[in-house]
Each structure stands twice: as structure tokens, then as C-alpha cells.
């Protein structure tokens, strides 16, 4: 006699929905059991879970034995791989489960992987870490149900495929876990007795999988931000309204060597030179010191902006960092060497000798020359001599500023300084030029206020931007330039006496192209290749007319005049050689006028010869030599100077 269904059950997807409450428990585990009698028979209850009736087909297909019953696990090496594979699930879902136990306290809790693989449980022991719950190797069961429906599932006690599964006489209910992008990602699955077992458990067990789902997403999300605030490329802290610190980045940690925010607040750790980061207003690239404990001060670019909670977001950036990357971007370093300084006249050769000798010190160094006779090229040969050759190179040239701005130039200023200053305040050359070489053109042409500042710096190693009141130590190496004769502005007094002892250290002489007409040749065919390898056509030859013309010239514009008329040469050139035509007219009259002077050259040449070889003969002693070519001593220091000639070398020799 068939049983009479009062209230079939419904299915989930049911809106309404219910399920059998304790009392009625037993009654349907019968029915069930009269439901299972008649699938076994070939038969399909109309009143049985469509949902349930097409998983017992499947399990059946499968031949999957109902009566035999134990739980299947993968290889140990292949389950610890799932597990460490899943930790962060089970770290995220433990705490939720063991929450949603506390309402079934003689219940079960269960996580499975996607390929329903257990990764943890609390509550009655009922399934091992490990074991497989899904349909093909377990046939109908909650866990299974949910992998394959992926959505809120429940299955009674008689439901299930396996007859061990239903002597329990436990209802289960599962809901899929899933990431941020909807991919279910494991099942969450609860096994209650009757008693505790509802419509509203279902809810929860719903309920707890999606707080699972939130906190990965929101883990991964806070992942993502810590990634990010550990490759900035500058301090990042946080702290609340007390200036406790509860967030700072890798940039941050290294800054301050390796800061502990829990040895104390904010203010106390940092330490800012006369500021509290936690009254100070809200600002972006304001440049303050910290004077953290047990390190040098430490100067940064900071911003401050308010933080959610009433606390402050501060970022750093180091300000000497902020420098490199100025002096980068600036191309603030020197690309001349001495074996680029071309030539093999002897006054060349011995300036060369001498600058290299000064490059193996950080002794300040004064070059003496004529314009154009390339001031800058031994600056920058002896720099990348030195042990400063990785550190910058900055050059200022003292005459092409302003006489107001040369102070600000060098020494920088700080915030509000003067009128129309940057904002935040600006460092100068001298802190740009922190560890390396900062070469000062034009020395002579610098105000005498600038001289008393630089004057100090060369002393003291210290900068004082203009506006502020504590020095910045630097360490810099000078090297001057001028082409006129300090001496004669210091008797004019347009140059400080003790900053002229302070520059002039090592002196050095570059020698006009006057000088070194034996380099002349060399010089031309270097610039011509060099041009005309820029403008990618044949460098015309240079006839020997012309070459003698050049040679002849005085050259009172050096190196550089003679770079500029080979550009203008080979530019105009139509030609494959450049002849006397080509030349500037002021060239090639003085040509003529040098012809008709080389009897008077060749007289001087004479004088020239007869003084060095008096002074030979009296080793070297100017006074017993002026006294022999019956001239004072001071007309001969003139024609030696009028000829170049270094009396030291001259005794040496």
C-alpha cells in the first residue's frame, strides 16, 4: 500500500519553500526509504526532489556502491600540495566556521576545494582532512550536490546515496565560497541534527560562505595595496590621532633604518626639527629634518594628508635621493677625460701632467686661462681622474648670473625666502653637488657678498641656505676658473685676498692655442671628421696654404673660435678642399703681414735661444742671468712670461 505524501519536499529553488521540521524528521526518513525502495525498483517518485531523483540516476550510472562506504583520499604528496595550495582559505573560513558552530554545537562544519577535496573541519569528527566528497567517487551527498549545482543546496538524512551517510540521520545544508571574479572556489557545508536544522540554517550557512568569499577578496585587496605601497619609491606611514604608526612601507623602513612603530609615537621615533607631525597643517613637498635616534639627519620632501580615522598619512622622500635624480635629469655629470684632451705641445702636455697629479686629491683647484681654451675639459678630465668620478659634476658660471641671483645659485633658499622664490625653497649648486665636483667658471666675475658666503663653505664644509637658520653640511670639491688676473682685482680689491689663498691652492695654467701651433693640424682634421661625420658627407682636405694660414693666426678666440670657422668652413664648403678662398679675409691679410715680419720673428727667436741658454748656464738663477744679458731681472720674468716658459720645468730640465 503506497504512503500518502502530506507535504512533499520542496526544492531550493522553490520561493516557497520548507523544510520538515524535528518532529516530522523520522516520518520522512521513512518516506525517503520507501522513495529509495522504488528507485531500486526501476520506479521514479513524482514526489521525490527532481534535484536529488537525477543525482541518485547518476550515482547509479557510476556504479557506485551504496552499501560500501569509506572515505577516499589523494596521495599524501598530492594533499599536502591541495592544503598549502588552499592555506589562505582555510586561514580566512576557520574563524567563520568555528562562529557558525557555536549554533550547532553538536554539529559539523566542513571545507572543501572546487574538486571537493576536505581542507579543514570543527565540530564531530565526521569527515577526515582529506577525504573526497564529490559525486563520482561519494555519489549523492550535500557537499557534491554543491559542486555540481553551484549554488545553496540542502540534502535529509535519506537523500543520500550512501546508506552509512543516511544512518546518521543528519541534514546537511552547503553554499559555494568564490572569488572576486564569481569562480567558486570551494563549499562550505554544514551537518546538524534534526533539531537544529531550518529554513533560517540555510540562510547562515549562506550567509558564511559569502563573509568566507568577502574576507579573500578584501585580503587580496589590502595584498594588493601593501604590494603597492612596498614598490613606491617613497616613505609611506600612517598613523591614528595619537601618532601611533600603523601602517609604514619598505621605502619608509629603510629610510630610518629599520623604524619600530612600536617603540613609541610618531613625533618621538621621526623626531622633525622644530615641527610635531601631528599639529603640523596639511601640506605637499615641504622639506623638513628628522633627527631619529641613533642616525645622521635625515632631510626629506614630505606631505601630510588626514587620514579616515583622524590620524595622518605622511610621505616621504629623501631629499638627497630627490637630488641624484635632479642631477640625472640635469645631465649634471662630466664627460671629458684626459685622454680626449688632444695635443703635444710641451705647455699642454705639462697643464696635463699637473692636473692629473691634482685629480689624486680633493685640494681646490684654479685654472687660469684665455676664453675658449677649454677650462671646462680639464674640470671635468680631472673630476673623472679623481676618486669623485661616480658622484656629480655641476658648473655655474659665475659672470652669466645675475649679481642678485648668485647667492641663491650656490647656497639655495628655503620657503618665503624673497619674492618670487620657489615654493618649498630650492636647493643650490653646492648641495646638488653633494660628494662630487662643483666647478665654478668665471670666479673673478662672482659679487664680493657671494665671496664672504663661499668663502665660508670652503671653511666650514657647510651651506646655509639663504632664509635659514641651521647649516647643511656638504661635502664638494671646487674647482675655479677665470680667464682674467685675480691678483690685479685683489690690489683692486674686486676680490677677496683670503678667498683668492682658499681657491688657489693648485694652479693650473692652460696654455692659449697660440701656444700650441703644433696641435693646430690635429685640432682641424679632428673637428672636420667629427662634422662631417655628424652631417654624413665627406670631410673635404684642408690645402697646405690654408693649413699655414690657420697656423699663423693668433687665435684670440683658442679652441673654441677654431671649432666655430671649421663648422662655418665645411658647412659653405662646395668643394673637396678648402682653400685660402674659404678662409675669413681677416685671415689671409694677416697672412700677408706675417710674411713680412718673419725677419723680425727670426730675430726674436734668436733673443729667445740666446737668454734660455744664459739661463742654462747659470742653472737656472734669474738674477746672475739678467745680470750677464745686462736687462733687469723683471724685463727677464716678462719675456719669459711672453713666452710661456715655466721656469720650474726649466730647472727640472
Known amino acids: ?28 526518513h521513512s518516506l525517503l526509504w520507501q522513495g529509495w525502495q522504488s528507485f531500486q525498483r526501476g520506479e521514479h517518485p513524482g514526489w521525490m526532489r527532481q534535484s536529488i531523483l537525477h543525482s541518485w540516476q547518476r550515482s547509479q550510472q557510476r ?7 569509506s572515505y577516499i583520499s589523494p596521495p599524501a604528496e598530492e594533499l599536502a600540495a591541495i592544503l598549502e595550495y588552499n592555506a589562505e582559505l582555510v586561514l580566512v573560513a576557520r574563524s567563520i566556521m568555528e562562529n557558525l558552530l557555536a549554533y550547532n554545537p553538536d554539529g559539523h562544519i566542513n571545507l572543501t576545494d572546487a574538486q571537493g577535496v576536505t581542507l579543514h573541519y570543527c565540530g ?13 567517487v561519494l555519489g549523492t551527498n550535500c557537499t557534491a550536490r554543491c559542486l555540481i549545482e553551484q549554488r545553496l543546496v540542502y540534502v535529509l538524512s535519506g537523500e543520500n546515496w550512501k546508506l552509512d551517510l543516511r544512518k546518521r540521520h543528519f541534514q546537511c545544508a552547503a553554499a559555494p565560497v568564490r572569488a572576486a571574479n564569481g569562480k567558486l572556489i570551494g563549499v562550505l557545508t554544514l551537518t546538524a541534527t534534526p533539531d537544529n536544522f531550518n529554513a533560517h540554517t540555510l540562510g547562515t550557512v549562506q550567509a558564511a560562505a559569502e563573509a568566507v568569499g568577502q574576507q579573500l577578496i578584501l585580503r587580496r585587496l589590502l595584498a ?36 619600530d612603530p612600536q617603540a613609541g609615537p610618531i613625533d618621538v621615533l621621526l623626531k622633525p626639527q622644530n615641527a610635531s607631525l601631528l599639529t603640523l597643517p596639511f601640506c605637499n613637498d615641504r622639506e623638513l629634518l628628522f633627527h631619529p635616534e641613533g642616525m645622521a639627519p635625515v632631510a ?5 594628508i588626514p587620514a579616515p580615522d583622524g590620524g595622518r598619512v605622511l610621505s616621504l622622500r629623501e631629499v638627497q635621493r630627490i637630488r641624484a635624480i635632479s642631477r640625472k635629469v640635469m645631465g649634471s655629470s662630466a664627460s671629458y677625460t684626459f685622454e680626449m684632451i688632444q695635443g703635444i705641445a710641451p705647455r699642454l702636455l705639462q697643464a696635463i701632467q699637473k692636473a692629473r697629479a691634482s ?8 685654472l687660469n686661462g684665455e676664453s675658449g681654451t677649454g677650462k671646462e675639459l680639464f674640470a671635468q678630465a680631472i673630476h673623472n681622474a679623481s676618486a669623485r668620478h661616480a658622484e656629480p659634476f655641476i658648473a655655474l658660471n659665475c659672470g652669466a648670473l645675475p649679481r642678485d641671483l648668485v647667492q ?20 643650490g649648486k653646492f648641495e646638488l653637488a653633494d660628494g662630487g665636483t662643483l666647478f665654478l667658471d668665471e670666479i673673478g666675475e662672482m659679487p664680493l657678498e657671494a665671496q664672504t658666503s663661499l668663502l665660508r663653505v670652503l671653511q666650514e664644509s657647510e651651506v646655509l641656505r639663504i632664509g635659514a637658520a641651521t647649516p647643511i653640511a656638504v661635502n664638494v670639491r671646487i674647482i675655479a676658473a677665470t680667464h682674467c688676473n685675480l691678483l690685479d682685482a685683489v690690489e683692486k680689491g ?4 683670503d678667498l683668492y689663498y682658499r681657491l688657489n691652492v693648485i694652479s693650473l695654467e692652460i696654455p692659449p692655442l697660440r701656444a700650441r701651433q703644433e696641435d693646430i693640424a690635429s685640432l682641424v682634421n679632428t673637428f672636420i671628421h667629427a662634422l662631417c661625420t655628424r652631417l654624413k658627407r665627406m670631410p673635404p682636405q684642408m690645402s697646405p696654404e690654408a693649413m699655414q694660414c690657420l697656423q699663423a693666426w693668433h687665435w684670440p678666440g683658442n679652441v673654441r673660435e677654431l671649432e666655430n670657422l671649421i663648422e662655418r668652413m665645411v658647412n659653405l664648403c662646395q668643394e673637396t678642399e678648402i682653400t685660402l678662398q674659404d678662409l675669413p679675409e681677416e685671415m689671409t691679410e694677416h697672412r700677408h703681414v706675417s710674411s713680412s715680419e718673419h725677419t723680425l720673428s727670426s730675430l726674436q727667436d734668436s733673443e729667445r735661444q740666446h737668454i734660455l741658454t744664459v739661463i742654462a748656464q747659470m742653472q737656472g738663477n734669474l738674477r746672475q742671468s739678467a745680470q750677464v744679458l745686462g736687462i733687469s731681472r723683471t724685463a727677464l720674468y716678462n719675456k719669459l712670461n711672453l713666452w710661456g716658459i715655466d721656469m720650474a720645468a726649466l730647472r727640472k730640465s
Open 1 to 28: 500500500m503506497q504512503t500518502q505524501i502530506r507535504l512533499p519536499v520542496k526544492d531550493e529553488s522553490d520561493p516557497i519553500f520548507s523544510l520538515p521540521d524535528s518532529a516530522e524528521a523520522a516520518e520522512w
Open 63 to 69: 556504479q557506485i556502491d551504496p552499501a560500501h562506504f
Open 124 to 136: 564531530a569528527d565526521l569527515t577526515p582532512v582529506g577525504s573526497i566528497l564529490r559525486e563520482d
Open 224 to 259: 594588493e595595496q601593501q604590494s603597492i605601497l612596498e614598490t613606491l619609491n617613497e616613505g609611506v606611514i600612517v598613523c591614528d590621532s595619537l601618532g601611533r604608526i600603523k601602517t609604514l612601507n619598505r621605502y619608509a623602513r629603510q629610510l630610518f633604518g629599520g623604524l
Open 300 to 304: 626629506c620632501l614630505i606631505s601630510l
Open 359 to 366: 685629480s689624486r686629491s680633493d685640494s681646490t683647484v684654479l
Open 408 to 427: 641663491s645659485e650656490l647656497f639655495g633658499y628655503v620657503d618665503g625666502a624673497f619674492t618670487g622664490s620657489r615654493r618649498g625653497g630650492a636647493a
Open 494 to 497: 674686486a676680490f677677496r685676498r
